[in-house]
């Protein structure tokens, strides 16, 4: 059974920018999807992949993109338990925005 999404925020915004940073902006949230956008990971995976974050912060990080529709966690009953993070339909199309992001860091920050 899923989780349940966060409760109807849209009518808080006057900006669709405001409203996609708030969904987005976690310190980890971007590099998250980046990263999910490159396949199915495991939660240990995405941790060495992100390296600083604490599992603390990974867990809450993926746990509002799962509320908000963007990540989809998938639980085997396998013993020991395996879990799978991935992007949903609705993650998949911030490809685009992910990818523009990385572009212009890497032309105007590194």
Not at 7 to 12: G, I, V
Not at 60 to 87: F, I, K, M, N
Request: overall charge positive; some cysteine; aromatic content about 6%.
């Amino acid at each position: 059974m899923g989780r349940k999404q966060r409760h109807d925020t849209s009518h808080l915004y006057n900006c669709p920018m405001e409203a996609t940073l708030d969904l987005i902006g976690g310190k980890w949230k971007g590099v998250i999807l980046f990263r999910l956008s490159e396949g199915t990971k495991r939660f240990n995976e995405l941790h060495r992949l992100l390296q600083r974050v604490t599992p603390r912060s990974l867990t809450r990080q993926l746990r509002e993109l799962e509320s908000d529709g963007l990540v989809h966690r998938e639980v085997y009953a396998e013993v020991p338990p395996r879990v799978e993070y991935s992007l949903t339909e609705k993650g998949r199309t911030l490809g685009p925005v992910l990818n523009a992001l990385i572009n212009w860091g890497q032309e105007h920050v590194l």
